[in-house]
């Protein structure tokens, strides 16, 4: 691998990861405007490439048509589309050299191409089948690659971009269902960070030795927990209990013990035929989910918080202050989110900001790894 090779990884990467973190914002502004289902079909919105521009186009007579809600769902495919175009680069880049990783993700992506196709015609059950093959090939593909980490995540980024448009497609057809709704966010996420690692290991972010392993452990913790904390966020908003307290804050309509139903809260599954837009669960279990995600947040703050003050004390001065600075900005966010009624920008940027604190943890987990391990340096050795 040529110096020139790896700094073509680093340049894709780095635009594929600001890129996601941008589609990550645009999803949730779509989600939160209530745009999820303004357009019942998928790819196409209401049969068409773009979307129809007057209501009298429409095919659908029993669903109102909102032409400034469906531009934002058919771009947000659009844009997700191009995303899934640079990690289909940057996956054939990463595993060109190895003939049976390079294949497997070709085929993975003719695969996936080909079940959207028989989506579109119908054909449901074979469109499943050759989407969990076009999954499955990219990641067998990483774990078979004779690369470092870098190369490895790049591969499994087209996986899992490739089950991201499936839950994209899901939360179309199963009416907003939350656990899809909530997997999609997970998937947007998780997309975001696999190619944000990747850019930071591609540019030579690490340790210059293995001094700093004890904190490993405790910045993956961090990560887990963060989410946990993401997930939760994303089962408020698909629930729409965003404002199940009402605007108080710290205390819940008025209580500290408001009445709250966390079994019915907390039931993943409920079948399916069931339209999801607006939510269908009482208030005792929007409160209960309302609760527990503030409570997530407590004990993310707490250890979070802890975890900023011992990455100082190690030596990674800026990168515990860039935790703890995202961390109180995305608290001050969450709270204005509630006191203020959950308005769009402000609730868009409380989403854009849990990817802005992944990421400051990604760097801090890079940062605890050798650099030595990173291919980057072993070219520029060889070809030094």
Same mark, same amino acid.
């Given at each position: 691998?040529?110096?020139?090779?790896?700094?073509?990884?680093?340049?894709?990467?780095?635009?594929?990861?600001?890129?996601?973190f941008?589609?990550?914002? /645009?999803?949730?502004?779509?989600?939160?405007?209530?745009?999820?289902?303004?357009?019942?079909?998928?790819?196409?919105?209401?049969?068409?490439?773009?979307?129809?521009? *007057?209501?009298?186009?429409?095919?659908?007579?029993?669903?109102?048509?909102?032409? *400034?809600?469906?531009?934002?769902? &058919?771009?947000?495919?659009?844009?997700?589309?191009? !995303?899934?175009?640079?990690?289909?680069?940057?996956?054939?880049?990463?595993a060109?050299?190895?003939?049976?990783?390079?294949?497997?993700?070709?085929?993975?992506?003719?695969?996936?191409?080909?079940?959207?196709?028989?989506?579109?015609?119908g054909?449901?059950?074979?469109?499943?089948?050759?989407?969990?093959?076009?999954? !499955?090939?990219?990641?067998?593909?990483?774990?078979s690659?004779?690369?470092?980490?870098?190369?490895?995540?790049?591969?499994?980024?087209?996986?899992v971009?490739?089950? &991201?448009?499936?839950?994209?497609?899901?939360?179309?057809?199963?009416?907003?269902?939350?656990?899809?709704?909530?997997? *999609?966010?997970?998937?947007?996420?998780?997309? /975001?960070?696999?190619?944000?690692?990747?850019?930071?290991?591609?540019?030579?972010?690490?340790?210059?030795?293995?001094?700093?392993?004890?904190?490993?452990?405790?910045?993956?913790?961090? $990560?887990?927990?963060?989410?946990?904390?993401?997930?939760?966020?994303?089962?408020?908003?698909?629930?729409?209990?965003?404002?199940?307290?009402?605007?108080?804050?710290?205390?819940?309509?008025?209580?500290?013990?408001?009445?709250?139903?966390?079994? &019915?809260?907390? $039931?993943?599954?409920?079948?399916?035929?069931?339209?999801y837009?607006?939510?269908?669960?009482?208030?005792?279990?929007?409160?209960?989910?309302?609760?527990?995600?503030?409570?997530?947040?407590?004990v993310?703050?707490?250890?979070?918080?802890?975890?900023?003050?011992?990455?100082?004390?190690?030596?990674?001065?800026?990168?515990?202050?860039?935790v703890?600075?995202?961390?109180?900005?995305?608290?001050?966010?969450?709270?204005?989110?509630?006191?203020?009624?959950?308005?769009?920008?402000v609730?868009?940027? *409380?989403?854009?900001?849990?990817?802005?604190?992944l990421?400051?943890? !990604?760097?801090?987990?890079?940062?605890? &790894?050798?650099?030595?391990?990173?291919?980057?340096?072993?070219a520029?050795?060889?070809?030094?």
């Amino acid at each position: 691998m040529s110096v020139r090779s790896v700094s073509i990884l680093r340049g894709l990467s780095l635009f594929a990861a600001v890129f996601a973190f941008g589609l990550v914002m /645009f999803g949730a502004f779509v989600r939160l405007s209530n745009a999820g289902l303004s357009c019942p079909d998928w790819p196409t919105c209401y049969g068409a490439a773009t979307w129809p521009e *007057h209501a009298q186009a429409v095919a659908i007579p029993d669903r109102p048509y909102e032409v *400034h809600k469906a531009w934002r769902e &058919q771009v947000h495919r659009m844009l997700a589309g191009t !995303l899934g175009v640079l990690v289909l680069a940057l996956a054939l880049f990463a595993a060109w050299r190895q003939r049976w990783a390079r294949v497997a993700v070709i085929l993975g992506a003719v695969l996936a191409a080909a079940g959207v196709t028989m989506y579109m015609r119908g054909e449901h059950v074979w469109s499943s089948g050759l989407a969990m093959l076009s999954i !499955l090939l990219p990641l067998l593909a990483a774990i078979s690659l004779k690369r470092p980490a870098a190369w490895k995540v790049s591969v499994m980024a087209l996986a899992v971009i490739i089950f &991201q448009a499936m839950l994209g497609m899901w939360t179309v057809t199963l009416l907003l269902k939350p656990i899809v709704v909530m997997g *999609h966010l997970l998937g947007g996420m998780t997309t /975001f960070a696999l190619l944000a690692y990747a850019a930071l290991r591609f540019a030579g972010v690490g340790a210059a030795d293995n001094h700093l392993a004890d904190m490993r452990r405790a910045v993956t913790i961090g $990560i887990v927990l963060l989410a946990c904390q993401i997930a939760l966020g994303g089962w408020t908003s698909a629930n729409y209990a965003a404002l199940a307290c009402g605007t108080d804050f710290p205390t819940c309509l008025g209580s500290w013990a408001p009445p709250t139903d966390f079994h &019915q809260g907390f $039931i993943l599954w409920r079948g399916i035929g069931v339209n999801y837009e607006g939510g269908v669960l009482d208030m005792a279990a929007r409160s209960a989910i309302q609760i527990a995600h503030r409570i997530g947040a407590l004990v993310v703050f707490c250890y979070l918080g802890w975890l900023s003050h011992r990455l100082a004390k190690r030596g990674l001065r800026f990168g515990g202050m860039a935790v703890a600075v995202v961390l109180v900005t995305q608290v001050l966010l969450g709270i204005s989110n509630v006191h203020f009624g959950l308005p769009l920008p402000v609730a868009t940027l *409380h989403n854009g900001c849990a990817a802005l604190l992944l990421f400051t943890l !990604l760097a801090n987990l890079a940062r605890t &790894q050798p650099r030595r391990d990173d291919a980057i340096f072993l070219a520029a050795r060889m070809h030094g």
